[in-house]
């Protein structure tokens, strides 16, 4: 039997993980579709539903459904309650468990991209939307030493840091970077089709040597902010890392089996520089 597989959001066009999710059940030599499942919120209850399907093995979520599909699951995992987000439903037996693999999938490619170990570390966020809480979780899961948020708009900020308690915190103005191990840019400034394409999110004037730049906007793979970072001879990680580690962990919930992770890079990246190219 076939079997399917999918990303439900709206729009999904120009999703990438279709792309890398097909590579990796064709490398593992699964038979398994990866669809496009474009879904406007009315739809969602229905397509949910029909996940329960023995030949689902269940779905990726992305924008804007990730908080409207938690109460059509049957369970939801911790993180993913904390985060009030669900990026992955798993389909066993006809019930529907939903998990959140994007903060984890993020810490995944800070050790294994960046090499580097966020236990103990201090990390400044920018940004306070869905993405920079998922991060947040993580981090703090991971034991973070201090995980410092700005936000353009301050009451977000401070609104994220008292939903997740110690060592979480807002700051109301940005801090010199000096005293961060990593900053990570969690806003789509310098995001390709986003408000700010060509912005920085903050200045990097201040940052010491050993600070580590992590962009999770993947379009374009180098950002001004990565640009800006590289110039000064900072250490950088792009964001697609994070969108393939975060498959990653969704391709092993559905199937038990580890990701190709090398092969979900290769095809991420080959549709990437295709897309650069066609926008030329
Ligand atoms: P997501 O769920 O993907 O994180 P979001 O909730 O829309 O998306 O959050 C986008 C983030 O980018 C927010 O932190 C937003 O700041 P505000 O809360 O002040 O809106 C930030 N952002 C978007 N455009 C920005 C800009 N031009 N300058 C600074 N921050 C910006």
Known sequence: MTRRAGIIGYP????????????????????????RWETPLPDLPARVAALR???VLGANVTVPH???????????GGLAARAGAVNTIV????????????????VA???????????????LLLGAGGAARGIALALLEARAAAVDIWNRTP????????????PARALADLPPLAGYDCLVNCTTVGMKGGPDPEGLPCPLDSAGPGLLVVDIVYAPRVTPLLRAAAARGLRTLG?????????ALAFELWTGLPAPVDVMVRAAENELARREGAAR
Request: hydrophobic share 45%; no cysteine; proline share 7%.
């Open 12 to 35: 999904v066009g120009h999703s990438l993980s279709p792309v890398f999710q097909q590579a990796a059940f064709a490398h593992s030599g699964l038979d398994v579709v990866y669809e």
């Open 239 to 247: 964001g697609l890392p994070m969108l393939i580690y975060q498959g």
């Open 109 to 123: 490619a800070l050790r294994q991209e960046a090499f580097f170990e966020p236990g103990g570390r201090a990390f």
């Open 66 to 76: 990730k908080e409207h599909v938690i109460p059509l699951l049957d369970e939801v």
């Open 155 to 166: 009451e977000r900020a401070a609104a994220l840091a008292r939903d997740l308690g110690a």
């Open 53 to 55: 399907a023995p030949d």
């Open 91 to 106: 389909n066993r037996d006809g019930r529907l468990f939903g998990f959140n693999t994007d903060g984890p999938g993020f």
